[in-house]
């Protein structure tokens, strides 16, 4: 983070782009709308729904759970994701505050 300067910004706006940069792709989009989808944890199935490899995928949901998206449990061998509800509502809330505050401008 030394090289981005993180540290010079508030404590919201990084959460704000650790979530931004967590829906920043693609795949990370369809692991999500995959997980709302299914509406209960899913263990092996992520992989079979998208045209990655099950590393690419681990990666993949690795940022999600880091930006607080999704949540997992280890169960044997595998590990189980689904929403987290607690920080899907705070990123929602953040994600529409910010829009939001935008009040137009004509400027350009």
């Not at 910004?9 to 940069?21: D, M, R, V, Y």
């Not at 692991?31 to 998208?50: E, H, M």
């Not at 169960?75 to 529409?96: F, H, M, R, T």
Request: charged letters at 20%.
């Amino acid at each position: 983070m030394g090289l981005t300067k993180a540290e010079e910004f508030t404590k919201a706006q990084n959460e704000l782009a650790s979530i931004a940069k967590a829906l920043g792709h693609p795949a990370r989009i369809a692991i999500l709308q995959f997980l709302i989808k299914t509406k209960a944890c899913v263990c092996g199935d992520i992989v079979d729904q998208l045209p990655l490899s099950q590393s690419t995928v681990s990666q993949h949901l690795s940022e999600l759970k880091k930006a607080g998206l999704i949540k997992g449990d280890i169960e044997g061998p595998s590990v189980c994701y689904c929403i987290d509800e607690k920080n899907w509502s705070k990123a929602s809330k953040v994600l529409l505050e910010l829009f939001q505050s935008y009040k137009g401008n004509s400027c350009c």
